[in-house]
């Protein structure tokens, strides 16, 4: 037997036999994933047969290294309950891929199979998370590292070994499309649900071969959340200490937990792009952090990279050498053999990004377990304890901005709700991009959720009022007079990211939205806003609806931060929350009534105005005011900001120590900051205990504030607990004048409460 097919031998060694026997095409044949998955197969009287495309890529590359998106359903790839991939046939269909190339190649060397998975399964039947943006709010990685848990069960059941998952990208300017993809405006809180994603789906100990578990591919390297004018894909205009501050550390974090692999970032830093940059790719990812696996580019951006070039030949060339291993759809990569013939790549680069390439393919154990139980997909999707889990998420995803009076819960007395707005029953408009197409019936609306969450005999009556981007005040006359007979109005107002059957797409998949589109998708990938207040007149059915006089509860669902300064003197109550999936009409109703106490914190800050970006809370420190003359400068609504139907009551910082030296924290020695919490209400409820510092005098410019630190906790009425952190030289250290990352002499104020404009303060002092 050889030793590549012999699980006795290492996997090292089972690649450099299996390299050995392959010829320079097999070898560039597993770079390259060039199919779009729905066009592997079609349906004939009932039988999933693989497209003669499929077979003639297979044969072009002697093989495949990665197959995209084989269960992807969404208006992009045109595929739905009529032509698609269901749960009960997903495994077979897999199973039927895999033998094929076993079959007919000259080595059998498996294929992947990569999904995306930005907030779950992108698959039919397949479990759809709330977007990260909600789960950010969440402030609960524990929570979120079950959720992933059966996210990755759900893949493997059926037959995928690798999650494409949404992670890196930090909001700093949320006109981006993609803002839902974001966990936060912060680091700290984004890398802590990174490595949770990674731990979820990959297991403890980052083995994807682990049964239910996959290798993990997060995105995007780097800074995309950073790009010039909110744009999508454009240039991220930071220098090295921003990229490592802020942009470096969830990836770092991901990396730490064991990812299979890192997805190359669309943008370019000081004008190289990212699958260009062998600064980043190869050293700082594998250089200075060690890591081993994969980089897989974007949708044919290496293909973008002629335009540095001159020819795909030299752009393959280029992502190579930087560091790129397998290719996602574009033509370059499949150039490889003509540049390596014109002198431009090496085969010996070849070489190493096959051996990556082949090693994620024997840890995942395809050479020796290619196919999937047939059976297992059926008990292992769709399960209620899944959803269950779905719902928590959901539940804790959402945040109470205000509340004046003690508008919410909705009481008793509240016979008659008026539910109004374009987000109040459409299931899609909660779900966020890259969302599957819906079995008929499932999910619950907000609308849904109320009428199943309201006292009995109470009357729920609703009205659209106007879309989301829409102009015409057609509706506006219907919602005011149910706004005028009822005793509260709940609006339901926001943003989508629903695509449409029909729309236009690029050939990477980002929608098309004309300048002056009236599309009412208003967010997503391609979907960039320069004005981030409501769309169409939202904000004129919000207007006419309290001018009733009627008590207004607004519910903000939305995938990027919109501006709600208008917004907010309407409305007596407000909620909102990122995209919060299938089971977030259900999470919501049980908040306005008070069958759940809200928990979420504020992940990102809320704008005013598009005019006052940037407005995240951890910018640098001027050391004296700098203010607007036409507005506040501070958000609207501050980062890790969220409210409660108890009361919180905090004491002071106490620090274990008034002072530490570098050299010490350099050691390993901690400084213990605690603070006291009680529940001063009349129930249950839980917070976010935050942890921010503010150093100054160190020898650079550093931030206003930064996060360090959460614990949430659950307090009972009058209950008190001392929630305890741990500063080390990772939570104090900074990168200095010279570019490296330790310790320094300097004063830091060590601030702790429930959001980043509400906390305690002690001093501490770091000496030489």
């Known amino acids: 037997m050889e030793v590549y097919k012999n699980s006795s031998f290492r996997v090292e060694e089972r690649v450099q036999d299996l390299l050995s026997r392959m010829t320079l095409r097999e070898k560039i044949g597993q770079l390259n994933q060039r199919m779009y998955g729905w066009d592997a197969y079609a349906w004939e009287n009932g039988e999933l047969v693989l497209t003669e495309a499929f077979r003639q890529e297979v044969a072009a590359g002697g093989g495949m290294g990665a197959l995209y998106g084989l269960f992807r359903s969404d208006p992009w790839s045109g595929v739905d309950y009529s032509n698609g991939i269901t749960v009960a046939d997903s495994a077979s269909a897999a199973n039927k891929v895999q033998r094929y190339i076993r079959e007919h190649t000259r080595l059998g060397i498996p294929v992947l199979l990569s999904e995306e998975c930005p907030h779950g399964h992108q698959a039919l039947d397949g479990t759809l998370l709330p977007v990260n943006l909600a789960v950010g709010a969440t402030w609960n990685p524990q929570l979120m590292e079950q959720a992933y848990s059966k996210v990755a069960l759900e893949l493997r059941s059926r037959g995928a070994q690798i999650g494409l998952l949404s992670a890196l990208d930090i909001l700093h300017d949320p006109r981006w499309g993609r803002s839902e993809e974001c966990y ?392 909102c929350t990122g995209y919060p999936g299938a089971e977030g009409g259900q999470a919501i109703a049980e908040i306005l009534f008070g069958h759940v106490n809200p928990s979420g914190k504020l992940p990102v800050s809320l704008p005013r105005s598009s005019g006052q970006l940037p407005v995240y809370y951890n910018q640098k420190d001027p050391g004296r005011p700098r203010v607007y003359v036409d507005m506040p400068s501070a958000p609207l609504y501050p980062f890790g900001h969220g409210l409660s139907y108890t009361r919180f009551e905090y004491s002071s910082v106490a620090l274990s120590a008034d002072s530490i030296s570098a050299g010490d924290l350099k050691a390993g020695l901690e400084v213990a900051a605690s603070i006291k919490v009680r529940n001063t209400g009349t129930s249950r409820g839980m917070e976010t205990v935050q942890l921010y510092i503010r150093a100054r005098e160190s020898g650079i410019t550093r931030r206003i504030a930064e996060l360090k630190g959460f614990h949430k906790i659950t307090l009972q009425p009058n209950e008190e607990k001392t929630v305890t952190f741990r500063l080390s030289a990772e939570e104090l250290g900074v990168w200095n004048a010279a570019m490296k990352f330790a310790p320094v002499p300097c004063r830091v104020t060590v601030m702790a409460g429930g959001s980043s404009a509400d906390t305690q303060a002690a001093e501490l002092v770091i000496t030489g």
């Not at 290798?215 to 490592?244: M, S, T, Y």
């Not at 599957?436 to 005999?457: D, N």
């Not at 509860?553 to 907010?568: E, K, S, T």
Request: aromatic share 4%; net charge negative.
């Open 184 to 575: 936060s405006e912060d680091p700290f809180l984004a890398a802590a649900f990174t490595a949770a994603a990674v731990r979820g789906m990959q297991g403890t100990r980052g083995e994807p071969a682990s049964p239910g578990k996959v290798a993990v591919i997060l995105k995007h390297l780097c800074a995309q959340g950073a790009a010039q004018g909110g744009r999508n894909a454009g240039p991220a205009a930071i220098g090295e200490r921003e990229l490592r501050e802020i942009h470096l550390p969830a990836a770092r974090a991901g990396a730490a937990a064991g990812a299979a692999g890192f997805m190359a970032a669309y943008n370019e830093i000081d004008g190289i792009p990212c699958h260009a940059n062998e600064a980043l790719l190869s050293g700082i990812l594998r250089g200075e952090w060690g890591f081993d696996g994969i980089v897989m580019a974007d949708g044919q951006a290496i293909d973008r990279l002629v335009a540095l070039t001159g020819s795909h030949e030299g752009a393959a060339a280029l992502a190579l050498s930087a560091g790129v291993d397998l290719s996602l759809w574009d033509k370059a990569f499949t150039t490889l053999e003509e540049a390596v013939k014109l002198g431009l790549a090496s085969e010996a680069d070849i070489d190493r990004a096959a051996a990556r390439v082949l090693t994620l393919k024997f840890r995942l154990g395809l050479f020796d377990e290619p196919y999937t139980d047939e059976q297992l997909a059926l008990t292992a999707v769709g399960h209620a304890e899944t959803r269950e889990l779905n719902l928590q998420v959901a539940r804790e995803s959402v945040v109470l901005l205000k509340n004046e009076g003690g508008l919410l819960p909705l009481a008793a007395q509240h016979r008659r709700i008026a539910v109004i707005g374009p987000n109040a029953d459409r299931l899609y408009n909660q779900l966020g991009d890259y969302t599957s197409i819906q079995r008929e019936g499932t999910g619950t609306t907000v609308l849904k959720g109320i009428r199943q969450c309201a006292p009995g005999g109470a009357e729920v009556v609703y009205a659209l009022g106007c879309g989301i981007r829409e102009s015409s005040p057609a509706g506006l006359s219907e919602a005011v007079e149910l706004a005028r007979s009822a005793d509260v109005a709940v609006l339901v107002l926001g943003g989508s990211s629903a695509r449409q059957f029909g729309g236009d797409f690029e050939a990477n998949g980002a929608a098309i939205i004309s300048e002056g589109s009236p599309s009412e998708m208003d967010c997503g990938e391609g979907v960039d806003l320069a004005d981030l207040r409501l769309g169409g007149i939202q904000q004129q059915l919000a207007e006419a609806v309290a001018a009733t006089g009627t008590p207004v509860v607004a519910v903000i669902i939305q995938g990027r931060p919109h501006a709600l300064d208008g917004l907010a003197p309407l409305a007596g109550a407000m909620l």
